[in-house]
C-alpha cells in the first residue's frame, strides 16, 4: 500500500474529507521527492493535489503527475488562502485534517 493510499484510509476511519501537508518532512513523506516546495492536499475519493508556485511547476509536474497528483499553480498575486479554499470547494471539503510540524489538527465546517 502506498503513502498516499495509508492517508486516504486514515481519512476515512477519521470521517475527513482531506488532509492538508505542509512543511518538508511531511512533504517528503508524502511525495517521495526532496526537490519540491509547496503544499499538498490528500483527498479522501480524488488524486492527491500538489499545490505550489511557478518557480516549481515544472519539477513538481516531471515528478508528481506519473504518481498520480495533480500539479496546481498558484497565482501568486493573491493568497494561498485563496488557491487552497477553491480546491477544497471544488472538491466538497467540509471536514479537513491539516498536517503541521508533526501535528494533526482537525478543521470543521471548510467552507
Request: a negative charge; one cysteine or more; charged letters at 15%.
Amino acid at each position: 500500500m502506498n503513502r498516499i493510499q495509508i492517508l486516504q484510509d486514515y481519512l476515512g476511519e477519521q470521517h475527513a474529507d482531506a488532509m492538508m501537508l505542509t512543511g518538508e518532512v511531511n512533504l517528503i513523506y508524502v511525495t517521495c521527492t526532496t526537490a519540491l516546495e509547496g503544499q499538498c492536499l490528500i483527498f479522501k475519493n480524488h488524486s492527491p493535489v500538489f499545490v505550489t508556485d511557478g518557480r516549481y511547476t515544472e519539477a513538481a509536474e516531471q515528478q508528481l503527475i506519473p504518481h498520480g497528483f495533480q500539479v496546481v499553480t498558484r497565482n501568486n498575486t493573491q493568497p494561498l488562502y485563496h488557491c487552497l479554499s477553491e480546491l477544497l470547494r471544488e472538491h466538497g471539503v467540509e471536514k479537513l485534517m491539516c498536517l503541521i510540524n508533526r501535528h494533526i489538527q482537525h478543521i470543521r465546517n471548510v467552507l
